[in-house]
């Protein structure tokens, strides 16, 4: 077992080593919107009953339209986290032929991660037994990898590789019996971004989106698949029956019908507040999408530490120590405070 | 992949065959508490953030006290399911020395299943391409079986095997280097059957609780896995960051340091009810526990089909086709019309 990725929520561990009490902090170190939708009525039934498989195809269907999806109905996953790992046993699967689904022998298999990225795609290859390349172009992505990893908008630098780009490498994958899966965890913000409408042309292409993070939900654990039928069946019979909670889709089966404008309003409104803290201390933007923001300061480590101590957490990255990720504050008081912190600190 | 298994909740198909809205059913066909448990408060931030390492704590605390688990932390999961189906990656881990996780040449290791029982043990086993000997006795668990399964109570015929029992299963089990999981998932009306808190002296013992059959909220998806830390700490680090939902381990943190009496007082009273609606239609009770009762008979089938006519669904067996599975009636209400649905059978 690989060591866990420090990932964005350690306000208990950065309040045990500052001071103050968790609450007090101010937490920038996710990439969830700060302002979280108001829930939806959820029928007793649902809590109540498994989900069954009318309150699964109603969530399908409303992922369906939302990320116009086509023929195709997105599968709901507890979280993108566990489709990512067991993307390691389907490229195992897809190499066997008349095996059984978990039992075989080791290969040497290649897989390529664009990066620098999310953590948590090498960290499943490599548990496996999987040799990760970490490339910085798809370029770079050869006839050797039988899956390659984009997350577009990529994290935490939110890097875009255009459409055609990632179809035009998808084609190359599929020439040499590879995966292509594009993460578009963070999408939501610029819907003309995601590959959804294309996938039912495009086979060998596996899609993950996040409904956590755009609608400040991320406790429910709800991620959606898309991708050719027979890997949905796939992940679905790994998973198992009843992997996505009751709540979880009945949310999803409302929100992903209602107008989402005022959301993707609001995020824009907290992103410009945010920017304006940033900017108006003199850091410099250097990336980010709509829901979080990329900072490069040669004094980056030293910025982090400053702000722990006036209790606002952020997240710095050991393989970049120039850079800081500040997630979006929740109002503009915070905007202040944030701003007020950062002015304190001296060059 | 192996055919899924038929579940309780097939309202829907029974109402497409049999007429009437879903709605109209009366649903025995489950072993869940029909009348859920009030919710405790969500607080906001338990939707909001990803479930952290405080309110897991708060959960599995609350477990090892209800449980009484004494130095072992119950580890949430998102329901039994989910880790039936890591079962056959820890007999394969066990067998591995200095090997990945997942990667292993095909065996002739052989699983015992204390039958019949819960159909998910035997297909999880065989997927992964192991064979299965459906035993009927502890005495058939023999050396040449890497791991045991018993449900006690048992499921559908609500067998009790006595503590004693069991730990002289498991130290055969342990001699010889297997593991025994006991699956208590029918196990809160009578605690006093549990082996929980002698699981911290029984080292190759595995239980399984369920939260939502008990309490009503099989929505939740939330089970407990109580057993030594190194296999606790396989299935978290399988199962992955964030694999039970926030509101599911904020309600278990409440509800399980809550009375319950009055729960299990309302459990009794309605498989009194239950019991009454059966005996006074003349059939005959072979088992069962407090949240379901096995019917036996020799018209089981004709039954079965007679109340779907009604539009009452409960279980039948391929396996035994003598047997019907009530599950309990919500209110008095329903145990009239179950009584008067089944005395208009005719004999």
Redesign the interface.
């Known amino acids: ?1 690989s060591a ?1 990725i420090v ?3 350690g ?2 561990a950065a309040a045990a080593a500052f001071g103050g009490s ?1 609450e007090d902090w101010l937490d920038l170190s ?1 990439g ?1 919107n ?1 302002c ?1 939708v108001a ?1 939806p009525d959820i029928p ?11 309150l699964i195809d109603e969530a399908r269907r409303a992922a369906r339209d939302h990320y116009r999806s086509g023929e195709i109905l997105p599968l709901p996953v ?2 993108t ?2 489709v ?2 067991l993307l ?2 389907l490229v ?1 699967a897809g190499r066997l032929v008349g095996g ?7 290969t040497d298999d290649r897989i390529a991660v664009v990066s620098p990225t999310y953590g948590e795609y090498a960290r499943a290859f490599v ?3 999987f040799a990760v390349d970490a490339v910085d172009d798809l370029a770079a992505v050869g006839a050797g990898h039988r899956l390659a990893v984009v997350v577009n908008p990529n994290n935490p630098d939110g890097l875009i590789w255009p459409a055609e780009t990632l179809i035009a490498l998808h084609d190359r994958m599929k020439a040499a019996d590879g995966l292509l899966v594009v993460d578009e965890a963070f999408g939501d913000a610029d819907p003309a971004l995601s590959l959804a409408s294309r996938a039912s042309q495009l086979s060998n292409l596996i899609i993950f989106r996040s409904f ?1 993070k755009f609608f ?6 709800l991620g959606f698949a898309i991708a050719r039928s027979d890997i949905l ?2 992940f679905e ?2 998973l ?9 889709l009945s949310i999803a089966a409302s929100l992903l019908r209602s107008d989402i404008s005022p959301i993707r309003g609001r995020i824009n409104e907290r992103c410009a507040g945010l920017h304006g803290a940033l900017k108006g201390a003199g850091l410099q933007i250097s990336g980010g999408t709509a829901l979080f923001t990329l900072v490069a300061d040669a004094r980056a480590d030293d910025i982090y530490t400053h702000l722990c101590r006036h209790h606002i957490l952020v997240r710095k990255f050991d393989y970049a120590p120039e850079w800081l990720r500040f997630g979006l504050t929740p109002d503009p008081a915070a905007d202040r405070r944030l701003g007020e912190a950062l002015q304190r600190f001296e060059r």
């Open positions: 077992m866990p990932h964005g929520g306000i208990t968790p996710t969830i700060p979280p829930l007793v039934r649902v809590w109540h009953r498994l989900p069954d498989r009318h507890p979280g986290q566990s990512i790992q390691p046993r195992d059984t689904d978990n039992r075989v022998a080791v548990s496996a037994g956590g400040g939900l991320a406790g429910l654990r069946t796939r019979d790994w198992g029956p009843w992997a996505v909670s009751g709540p979880a």
